[in-house]
């Protein structure tokens, strides 16, 4: 039985995450994702070359001993928000007469809308970027618009309106390097929120002036989808690391214990938690008692603060982004915490879900990315919609007291 593998690898902030996927012909999957502690990278940014080193080769290493077959020489990896631009683009071409449109076609179109971009975004941007994405939203034979798939339509012209994604040539160096010195080929980069993305969608769902939002251990992103195309993605430098540094420095602990109160008592919803009830907070062989409510509070704060960001941004990319949004979609680590779709619904005016990945081994929205990137490499093989390019994504790379003012907090937090 013929197969497909598709080695994955995700460098996050707190752990790092190895996948191989085996496709088998008849659609049958199998999936074995294993995790090590991420050190040296920090929101997506290799800090420390060797640390993350070890972190890979120690992921990598639990996957060749959990899977019984080899692993391929070359894998997808996951970029974040932070080293990418986006853009939606539109470029034409016409033939001498009527024609049928082929694949050559719709590359053309592309190859053309990729130097009319770069062209327009000057000589530093060329310097510094590649284009990594290519997804067409649609396209236009003479004036039939709406069109998914042209290939096999007859006309004089073909324009392609298409999102665009481009990510910073130092950091598709360094993740190359990284590679090789675990003896591994860059096959391509995966944008992480369109990763997440794919690892939650479904083919009856669609996407009409819908949020998705990925949020991370060190990163949150965020795509705007209208008539099921993307038209805008964010990337906000902030995960849950964040909210348990801002704990931290409020309760003056050590990590090891913010991160306990974090995952115990955390809730992104303040006005759910019981005022009454009271928590051990523990600072060495010291205890104190308070409120667990604090704890929400802290959270609380920081989450608001990054939706209204994202909410401030909507409406002035364009005001109609949240007048007129049906719902969030929210997945990734952060995700996980409690209430944070109340939190996001009332923030946002719209219904918000928490949505796990598509496997249904792997109900943890944290794996929607690991699982997307098996879902979008095998999409560019569906007939029916161009969901990319191939040839983007599979390029040839190179080698008054601490507990005071509680009810205040409370009272200023919606």
């Known amino acids: 039985m013929l ?13 790092i995450r190895t996948a191989l996927s085996v496709v088998h012909s008849d659609g049958k999957r199998k999936l074995t994702v294993t995790t090590a502690p991420s050190r040296g990278i920090k929101s997506g940014n290799i800090v420390n070359f060797q640390s993350a080193k070890d972190s890979l080769k120690s992921a990598l290493n639990k996957l060749k001993m ?31 007469g009527i024609q049928t449109i082929s694949y050559s076609d719709v590359n053309e179109v592309k190859n053309k809308a990729q130097r009319e971009l770069m062209k327009k975004l000057g000589q530093t941007v060329k310097n510094h970027y590649d284009v990594i994405h290519i997804i067409p939203q649609e396209f236009i034979i003479e004036n039939l618009t709406g069109i998914q798939n042209p290939i096999g339509h007859n006309g004089r012209e073909l324009t392609m309106k298409a999102f665009v994604v481009l990510a910073t040539k130092s950091s598709i160096k360094t993740i190359e390097s990284l590679l090789r010195e675990v003896n591994l080929r860059l096959k391509g980069l995966v944008l992480q929120s369109l990763a997440a993305f ?19 251990a060190g990163n949150t992103e965020y795509f705007y989808f209208r008539e099921d195309k993307p038209i805008l993605n964010k990337h906000i430098p902030f995960g849950s ?17 913010a991160e306990r109160l974090y995952k115990e008592y955390g809730s992104a919803y303040a006005f759910k938690v019981n005022p009454e009830e009271i928590i051990t907070i523990n600072y060495g062989s010291n205890h104190k008692r308070a409120p667990k409510i604090l704890i929400s509070i802290f959270i609380h704060m920081q989450l608001k603060k990054l939706l209204k ?17 049906n719902r969030v979609y929210l997945t990734g680590g952060l995700s996980k915490l409690q209430d944070i779709d109340l939190l996001t619904s009332k923030l946002l005016k719209a219904p918000a879900t928490v949505m ?50 509680i009810w205040r907090f409370i009272a200023d937090l919606i």
């Open 3 to 15: 197969e497909q593998k598709i080695l994955t690898i995700d460098l996050g902030t707190s752990s």
């Open 356 to 405: 796990n990945s598509s496997d249904e081994r792997l109900k943890d929205p944290s794996y929607a990315p690991i699982v997307g990137v098996t879902n979008y490499v095998l999409s560019l093989k569906n007939k029916k919609r161009l969901s990319d390019i191939k040839e983007d994504l599979t390029k040839e790379y190179s080698k008054g007291g601490l507990f005071s003012g």
């Open 309 to 325: 960001d994202i909410k401030e941004e909507l409406h002035a990319k364009d005001p109609s982004f949240v007048s007129e949004l």
């Open 241 to 257: 690391e964040d909210i348990i540094d801002f704990i931290v420095k409020q309760l003056k602990v050590n990590r090891k214990e």
């Open 198 to 216: 794919h690892g939650i969608k479904d083919e009856k769902t669609y996407f009409n002036n819908n949020l998705v939002i990925y949020m991370g």
């Open 66 to 96: 959990e899977t019984s077959t080899t692993i391929p020489n070359e894998a997808y990896v996951l970029v974040t928000g932070a080293h990418t631009l986006s853009y939606v683009v539109e470029s034409k071409i016409t033939f001498p």
